[in-house]
């Protein structure tokens, strides 16, 4: 299966709040000496003049004097760092940032602040590994903003640690949950793609669950049920309610995938739902294409409206029969006739009806209750409908789908 993952954009921290990272609070109550304070200055001044070469060369002179203080070695490295940040060398800012911050003492605040900085500095260098080492300390002081917890996780992906990040993305939503509020999108898609390159597919499926109550896209519906199917194969004898379920998403995109939905709703005494489903096909542009399917596909949309037209004009005789008759199972086929052919309060009455005999499958009768009520706009009971379905049966995995797609409607 292809994962179809769309591409992560790297969750960086605005410049101008790295910038201010740099200028720890403590710098306002250094005492410098006019040995090291001029060629700082001058250092700033080339700095914001974008003469890099030569406030470093200020830096270093600054820095040689021989009766400087740990707190001016401080300040030195400090100006160091904001030069190499500058330029874009992070790795090299982050060196002399880290070198820095152990030269005076700082508060937890500061503290925190420091290894906030250290984290965004190697991630911006690309050293993934440190990001996520300072990224953790970091968070263990107390930073936890929104935009950090998504670039330390995005860290732990890019160092190819997909559960570490999974790990915490699913504690940052669960803090999130409990504050009213979601993970963004973009998070949501990282969760997934840390999900699925870890191996969890049951991780996977429940990360893109999520990221479809926020944003319902057709490729993120056929993520979700190719993970499904990779995780566990749809029985036979629940193909065309799993093909339903594509249908409503639109989630196909092989036409002889589609067509194979047309002929199992043919065999199925449902022409009607085979036409729908052509119809859809040839209106998306996947059926209909001149080439060598498409003799075939209008043979069969002609032999379904044919069908179609023999099975409406035999309809009531057929209802008294099966009506008269009583059995359940033929009940619950006639309602699926009536729902194929738009007549949803018929058709749910009918598998209501069936519901009440005996079956021999009562879950897949009572799973196509439910579509139906969701479609016919009867959420509240369609959702009780489908919380009765066995607790880990494939119906009650189809179920769910039908929950999520109606969730937003």
């Known amino acids: 299966m292809s994962a179809r993952l769309p591409t992560l954009r790297r969750c960086l921290l605005p410049m101008a709040v790295l910038a201010a990272l740099l200028a720890m609070p403590a710098a306002a109550e250094l005492a410098v000496s006019r040995e090291v304070g001029l060629p700082l200055q001058a250092a700033r001044q080339a700095l914001d003049g974008k003469r890099y070469d030569v406030a470093l060369k200020e830096v270093d002179k600054a820095r040689a004097v021989a009766t400087i203080t740990a707190q001016e070695k401080w300040a030195v490295e400090q100006m160091r760092a904001a030069i190499y940040k500058a330029q874009g060398r992070f790795d090299l800012a982050a060196t002399a940032f880290e070198a820095a911050i152990t030269l005076v003492p700082l508060s937890e605040a500061d503290q925190a602040g420091a290894l906030e900085t250290l984290a965004q500095l190697w991630y911006r260098s690309g050293d993934y590994g440190k990001s996520v080492a300072f990224g953790e300390k970091a968070m263990a002081a107390g930073r936890r903003s929104d935009g950090f917890r998504h670039m330390v996780a995005e860290a732990y992906y890019r160092s190819k640690e997909p559960a570490k990040a999974a790990k915490l993305l699913h504690a940052w939503a669960d803090d999130l949950r409990k504050a009213g509020r979601s ?19 049951e991780g996977y499926i429940k990360a893109l669950r999520q990221q479809l109550q926020v944003e319902s896209t057709r490729e993120n519906w056929q993520r979700l049920l190719d993970a499904m199917a990779k995780g566990k194969p749809v029985p036979e004898r629940l193909d065309l309610d799993w093909a339903r379920l594509k249908l409503a998403v639109n989630a196909y995109d092989n036409p002889d995938s589609l067509t194979e939905m047309a002929q199992r709703a043919m065999v199925e005494e449902l022409p009607a739902e085979a036409a729908a489903a052509l119809d859809q096909g040839w209106a998306s542009g996947l059926l209909g294409k001149p080439g060598p399917k498409l003799e075939r596909q209008q043979r069969l949309r002609e032999y379904a409206t044919t069908q179609l037209a023999a099975q409406k004009q035999g309809l009531e005789e057929r209802q008294r029969q099966v009506l008269a008759g009583k059995d359940a199972n033929t009940i619950a086929k006639l309602g699926m006739v009536y729902a194929s052919l738009g007549q949803p309060d018929q058709a749910i009455a009918l598998l209501q009806q069936a519901l009440k005999g005996k079956l021999i499958s009562p879950a897949a009768v009572r799973l196509r ?15 009780q409908t489908m919380a009765a379905l066995p607790a880990g049966s494939d119906e009650a995995r189809l179920g769910g789908v039908w929950g999520l797609i109606y969730l937003q409607r």
């Open 183 to 201: 993970l963004s999108s973009e998070a949501q898609q990282l969760l997934a793609a840390s999900e699925f390159m870890s191996g969890n597919n």
């Open 369 to 383: 209750l439910g579509m139906l009520q969701y479609r016919a706009g009867q959420n509240q009971a369609a959702a």
